[in-house]
């Protein structure tokens, strides 16, 4: 079945550390995107891309960083930068913008240790 | 900034019974879009409004994109259980913004 898979499940990041959360999809997608879920906040954009070896900043990418080398790959580095990292991250991909319907993986739940 | 707001933030349904949810951009949207996250799960595509005032079912739920292209509804009837979880919409002009949600319960 083509999907979203997101790894881990659950991160646990300590002070000072990089942690990096994997995104990967089979849907031969061009877009892929990342989001930071907070309780009441709904999704909130950190970044995206609609092609290889580019990518852009969202609404809140300070604190984290991303690469696309691969079509299917679109992995996040949340920072040491990034103060308040808990939240639940989302990746998702469309066929090729904004414009077409978001797929969505299972997520990654990170907390501070 | 391209801003999507969403009420209510929480609905409280008795199995049945109907109800609204409304979504209201600040800027005019080229579409909207409706995803519904269950507790515990991630956010699922539901429908995408393209025209001014159309209107889309599935089954029990109705989708409603204003004239103006700021704003939409999702009416569901006789809520289910099934139907518990929280209801997005994403406003999309040059960039795709999510509202809040409505998170909804229902009582059996």
């Known amino acids: 079945d083509g999907g979203i898979t997101q790894s881990p499940k659950y991160l646990f990041r300590k002070e000072g550390q990089n942690v990096t959360l994997s995104c990967e999809q089979n849907?031969?997608?061009?877009?892929m995107y990342w989001y930071r879920q907070d309780p009441g906040q709904g999704l909130r954009l950190i970044y995206y891309?609609?092609?290889?070896?580019?990518?852009q900043k969202g609404d809140i990418a300070e604190g984290y960083s991303v690469s696309r080398e691969k079509k299917e790959s679109f992995p996040l580095t949340v920072t040491s930068a990034q103060k308040n990292p808990t939240a639940f991250y989302l990746c998702?991909?469309?066929?090729?913008?904004?414009?077409?319907?978001?797929?969505f993986g299972d997520g990654t739940r990170l907390s501070i240790l | 900034g391209q801003q999507v707001m969403q009420i209510p933030q929480y609905q409280h349904v008795q199995e049945g019974e109907d109800f609204t949810t409304y979504c209201n951009s600040s800027?005019?949207?080229?579409?909207i879009q409706w995803y519904k996250q269950r507790p515990g799960g991630h956010p699922v595509f539901l429908i995408q409004?393209?025209?001014?005032?159309e209107v889309k079912k599935q089954k029990r739920l109705t989708f409603q994109f204003g004239e103006a292209k700021k704003n939409s509804s999702l009416h569901i009837t006789a809520t289910q259980t099934t139907d518990v979880g929280t209801y997005f919409c994403a406003g999309f002009l040059y960039k795709l913004s999510f509202g809040a949600g409505t998170t909804v319960t229902v009582r059996a």
């Open positions: 409004l393209v025209k001014s005032g």
């Open positions: 891309s609609q092609i290889v070896n580019d990518f």
């Open positions: 800027t005019t949207l080229s579409n």
């Open positions: 998702a991909s469309s066929k090729d913008s904004f414009n077409q319907p978001q797929h």
């Open positions: 849907l031969n997608h061009d877009a």
